[in-house]
Structures are given as C-alpha cells and as structure tokens.
C-alpha cells in the first residue's frame, strides 16, 4: 500500500506593499485621529468631515478605510480590548512566577492607560454608541481580561474568594485609568508611572 502524500505547504503569506503598509498607517492615523476628536467633542458630537480634517484628509476619504462613523467606533474600542487581552495573556504567560506575572500586568496595563487616555475617556463615555454585537464583544473582552488579572491574583493569594479578588481587580483598573486625566502637569510621566505602579502594587499584593 503506498503511503500517502504529504500534505502541501501553505503558500508563504504575500510580503506588504508600499501601497498596503500605507494603507494600514492611513487607517491607523485615522484612528488615532478618531480617538482625540471623540474624547473632545464625543461620538454623537463628531461628524465623518471632521474625523477626516483632524487626520489630514476629506471626508469621503474616511470610507476608503471604514463603513462609516460606528465601524471607526468598534474598530478602536474592539481593537483596544483586544489588544489588552492578548498583551495581558502574554505578558502574565512569560512569568511562571506569581508575583513576578503580577507586577509585570501592572507595569503593562499602566503603559496601556498612560499611552491610550483619549480611548479610556471614550470607552468610559460612548461604549454604548456601539452597535449591540460590537458592546457584546467589548464586554467580553473585558471580562476575559478582568478574569486574566483574577486568576494571577489567585496565586498571589491563595485562598481568596474569586469575587474579592475580582473587586480588587476592577479597583485597580479604576486607580490606573482614572490617573492620566488627573495627574498635575508639573508631574513628569516617569514619576506618574513610577507611583501608578508602587500603589497598585501595594494594594495588590499581601501585607
């Protein structure tokens, strides 16, 4: 009986174009564009013309990239969440050690909120300004990620009850998100950071 065939190989995946990577950086500053103007002005407050004016283009050149205003929507506040997720699962994954995986998610979800305070304000404001499917899938998200935290917090303390650990996860969060709306602007962003961390840990870890 003769052996079967190997399977084919997949065909490589197709190197980027100039003209695809600058596609991808025109929708990227779009977003970050998107995320400014929202947070200023809010969602319902912003028009597709005045999306394209903060990033540089016309209006009509918001569709080449977005179906319209609400995809802009879900595609920064899905793809935040998403982002958080898979950084918090690869950041908690490359340390065996609890306390170690513990500190490193602070020190990432401290640099997620200090670089990305416009799409907290607009994920705190105009969450609800999603499509239902596009909510549906950021409230997943977010419990995953909140669940993530619970599960390296239940190594740090064994023992504990799941919803205690659960509220000292989402306190945590609403520490860190809230800081970089309120911190001084004599504050420099490495002493923000620095204390950010010291005092999530602090209330974090055990005495």
């Known amino acids: ?18 003209r695809s990577l600058a596609k991808a950086d025109r929708r990227e500053a779009l977003l970050a564009a998107a995320a400014s103007l929202f947070a200023r002005s809010g969602f319902n407050g ?4 005045d999306l394209g004016t903060a990033a540089g283009v016309s209006g009509p050149a918001v569709y080449r990239h977005f179906s319209g ?13 998403e982002d958080l997720v898979a950084g918090g699962r690869a950041v908690a994954g490359a340390h065996p050690d609890a306390a170690a995986a513990l500190a490193a998610l602070v020190r990432f979800h ?6 990305n305070p416009d799409v907290i304000r607009v994920q705190d404001r105009d969450l609800d300004s999603l499509a239902e499917a596009d909510r549906h899938r950021v409230r997943a998200l977010q419990r995953a990620y909140v669940e993530l935290w619970v599960q ?21 969060f609403g520490l ?3 800081t970089p709306h309120s911190a001084t602007a004599g504050a420099s962003p490495a002493t923000v950071r620095a204390l950010l961390e010291q005092m999530a840990l602090t209330a974090l870890t055990p005495a």
């Open 1 to 18: 009986m003769r052996a079967a065939a190997p399977a084919p190989r997949p065909a490589p995946a197709a190197a980027p174009t100039p």
């Open 110 to 115: 401290v640099d997620f909120a200090l670089s």
């Open 152 to 172: 390296v917090l239940g190594r740090v303390h064994p023992g504990v009850d799941t919803a205690l650990l659960r509220i000292r996860a989402h306190a945590t």
């Open 176 to 178: 860190i998100n809230s």
């Open 69 to 81: 205003k609400q995809a802009v929507l879900a595609a920064l506040l899905v793809g935040a969440s």
């Open 46 to 49: 912003a028009s597709i013309e």
